[in-house]
């Protein structure tokens, strides 16, 4: 969700934001399939709570590869999701559902800008992130290999040499 978040402050305080890093995240809203899942789990949480979504989200959310090979972050990243509330995946799933469209914010972006993608993400794929890369003038793109949409946890020390050299380049503020 924190690309959603960086999308809806940069609309408000464009002036206030020196840098932006969109992460496996997406401009478009859900089609109304994707809209309606979310509002499904939503349901699903509050009547049955955080175990039934796990199962149904975590294939979508981890790269084949982290599934196949790493069973102590699918391990971790399982654990994360039980603790969190049912309400709170609820209220999480639904204003993801009602979220604003971002594709007419990108082309105004006037600050650096690194756009990262697992190349296993299903959910925030790294076509639509190079498309949506493309149409931020000062955006750089970057894939992570054997990463699905939680690239940050699945490769973190690519993830983190990326996110410290995009930093480095960064122009000194004034």
């Known amino acids: 969700m924190g690309g959603y978040v960086a999308f809806a402050f940069y609309r408000r305080y464009p002036s206030a934001v020196h840098a932006l890093i969109l992460a496996d995240t997406r401009a478009q809203v859900d089609s109304e399939e994707g809209r309606q899942g979310r509002l499904e789990t939503a349901a699903l949480a509050e009547r049955e709570g955080a175990a039934p979504v796990v199962d149904r989200l975590l294939p979508k959310l981890l790269g084949d590869s982290t599934q196949r090979e790493k069973p102590e972050v699918v391990a971790q990243v399982r654990a994360m999701m039980l603790a969190a ?90």
């Open 85 to 174: 509330s049912p309400a709170g995946m609820a209220n999480a799933m639904r204003a993801m559902a009602a979220r604003t469209d971002s594709v007419e914010l990108l082309a105004r972006i006037q600050c650096p800008t690194l756009v990262l993608v697992g190349e296993e993400d299903k959910l925030s794929s790294p076509s639509e992130a190079e498309k949506m890369a493309g149409s931020i003038p000062q955006a750089r793109f970057q894939t992570i290999l054997g990463a699905g949409l939680l690239s940050s946890l699945e490769q973190p020390a690519r993830f983190n040499m990326l996110l410290e050299d995009f930093l480095s380049r960064l122009p000194a503020r004034s």
